[in-house]
């Protein structure tokens, strides 16, 4: 009776098996498809600079081999639906994303591309490291061959060749490539930058003019006070009636040399930045006719605007001043800056440890270029949870960073690079404003971002060599400004 089951029955359940399998099959073949479909309609394509578009041969093996992995949605690999690989390469792009966004640089023209980039590229091609082996061995393809790495290294030295360009115009009269600093990857602070002497002065007028609030009690001089290291010494700022804001205000000293402005870089320079506090209801909370009625008023304003702009009070004309005098606002002759030019007495030798360190642990990685920060965005806890750590715990939208601007996920928590110019007088730190000494600040960049706990020593060697970075403005010390 065992044995001999009812055949019918027996009919029945291989057609049953026959449809599980193919249903099994089914799902197999349409999940991964369906996987595919979804992920190559978010497939974009990077942007890539007009002058970058000149080294064809670079970006097409960039394109090819790195990609993949480096920039946000673009085409994957054809396994990459595929069940198991999806996860292996998932976890793999949001690691290389979280550490490098190839489209940051491949985006910009060649002479803006930050110096740190380079330097993170130029090292995995020495060390052969790039695509990572377990990809390779999967996609040999990918590979870099010798004729690859060659034509990448003579991009990377071109791009390099074109700062001399941004150089000739921010040091003038100086012979750059002879300079000792020529291939440091920070430079000293140029003792001007080019500006329009009439609109600095009009702009300077309205920088501390608190007609530019709605109840005229606040000027941008208020949270970004010349005499409070270019900032307000706050956590948060106060704005009119008292208001908190939710995120520390960064210093405007040296701002001009931002790739972005904002910590979450949603204002290009600072002529479209300028345009912001006046209007935030947390910060100024004017309106523009409001301002520009007072303004008008102003006969004296009227003539000055007559003057410089050849024309009638307007927001466009307010903010271009203003912006022309935060150009001015450059803080050369820092000890470290009068140290790379030449003068080995400038810095003593605990701050020479610390630079040293500063390079040797990885934090020039992220604080490199003219302002030591202000032009790559990186995420806050690239190793620990920073915000899972933070006291209370809790998550605001600002602590979204870049996110807030692009949408992209691994945008989230990535913030622009403070300067770490004036460092020393620029107290409470971090976007959050939760840290109030230098020595706490470089402990958790060494934790957070480097997975490195510091020493005692190497702690008060970096602490000394950031406050050999208070520059001068207008001749005076930055921390003895009144
Ligand atoms: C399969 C994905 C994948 C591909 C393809 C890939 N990378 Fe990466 N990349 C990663 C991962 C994962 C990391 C982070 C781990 C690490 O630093 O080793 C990373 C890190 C990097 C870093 C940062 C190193 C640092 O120290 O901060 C650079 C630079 C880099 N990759 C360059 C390249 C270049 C150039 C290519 C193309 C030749 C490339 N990558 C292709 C996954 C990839
Ligand atoms: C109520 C305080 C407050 C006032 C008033 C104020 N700011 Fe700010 N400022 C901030 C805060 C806070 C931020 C950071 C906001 C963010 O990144 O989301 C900021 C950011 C900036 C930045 C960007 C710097 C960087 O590194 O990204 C510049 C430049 C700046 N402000 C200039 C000005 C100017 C010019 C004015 C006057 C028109 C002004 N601010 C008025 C608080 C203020
Ligand atoms: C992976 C990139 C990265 C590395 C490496 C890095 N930093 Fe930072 N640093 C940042 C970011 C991003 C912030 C802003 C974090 C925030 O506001 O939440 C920051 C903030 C700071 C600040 C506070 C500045 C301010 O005005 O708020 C100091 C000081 C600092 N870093 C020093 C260092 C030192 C010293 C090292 C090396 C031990 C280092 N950093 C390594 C990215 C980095």
Request: proline residues 6%; contains cysteine; glycine residues 8%.
């Amino acid at each position: 009776m065992i044995q001999g089951a009812d055949p019918r029955e027996q009919m029945v359940k291989k057609e049953w098996l026959t449809w599980a399998g193919a249903a099994v099959v089914a799902v197999g073949v349409m999940f991964p498809l369906y996987n595919y479909w979804l992920d190559t309609n978010r497939t974009r394509t990077p942007i890539i600079s007009p002058m970058q578009r000149a080294y064809p041969e670079a970006v097409a093996i960039m394109q090819a081999k790195c990609f993949a992995c480096h920039v946000p949605d673009v085409e994957k690999p054809w396994y990459y639906p595929l069940p198991g690989a999806h996860q292996v390469m998932q976890a793999d792009i949001d690691e290389a994303l979280g550490k490098l966004n190839m489209e940051e640089a491949f985006g910009r023209e060649p002479a803006s591309v930050p110096d740190s980039m380079l330097v993170k590229i130029e090292k995995v091609l020495k060390k052969g490291s790039m695509p990572p082996l377990k990809y390779v061995a999967l996609h040999w393809s990918t590979r870099l061959s010798d004729h690859d790495t060659a034509v990448l290294t003579q991009w990377l030295s071109d791009l390099k060749a074109r700062k001399a360009e941004t150089m000739a115009v921010w040091y003038p009269g100086v012979d750059v490539n002879h300079m000792t600093w020529r291939n440091q990857p920070v430079w000293p602070v140029p003792t001007r930058v080019p500006t329009d002497p009439k609109k600095v002065a009009l702009g300077q007028r309205l920088y501390f003019d608190t007609r530019l609030s709605g109840d005229m009690t606040v000027s941008c001089a208020s949270c970004h006070g010349l005499n409070k290291g270019g900032g307000d010494r706050l956590a948060t700022s106060t704005g009119i009636g008292g208001q908190k804001g939710p995120i520390n205000a960064p210093t405007v000293f040296n701002a001009v040399f931002n790739h972005k402005q904002f910590w979450d870089g949603r204002a290009a320079d600072l002529v479209e930045q300028a345009g912001g506090p006046v209007t935030n209801p947390l910060e100024m909370g004017a309106t523009w006719p409001q301002v520009l009625t007072r303004l008008k008023a102003d006969s004296q304003m009227v003539a000055e605007f007559k003057a410089v702009y050849n024309g009638a009070i307007e927001p466009a004309h307010i903010q271009d001043a203003i912006a022309e005098f935060e150009k001015t606002l450059v803080t050369p002759d820092a000890p470290f800056d009068r140290f790379l030019k030449g003068d080995a007495s400038a810095m003593n030798d605990k701050a020479k440890a610390g630079w040293a360190l500063f390079k040797s642990v990885g934090c020039i990685n992220c604080h490199g270029g003219v302002a030591m920060g202000g032009n790559t965005f990186e995420r806050m806890g690239l190793y620990h949870d920073y915000f899972a750590d933070r006291a209370g715990g809790k998550v605001t939208d600002v602590d979204m960073g870049r996110y807030n601007v692009t949408k992209v996920e691994s945008d989230r928590h990535k913030f622009k690079v403070p300067t770490l110019r004036n460092v020393a007088t620029s107290y409470p730190y971090f976007h959050d404003g939760q840290v109030t000494t230098l020595d706490e600040a470089v402990r958790k960049m060494g934790h957070y971002q480097l997975d490195r706990e510091l020493t005692d020593k190497e702690v008060a060697e970096l602490v000394a060599f950031l406050q050999s970075l208070t520059g001068h403005y207008m001749g005076t010390p930055v921390d003895q400004l009144k």
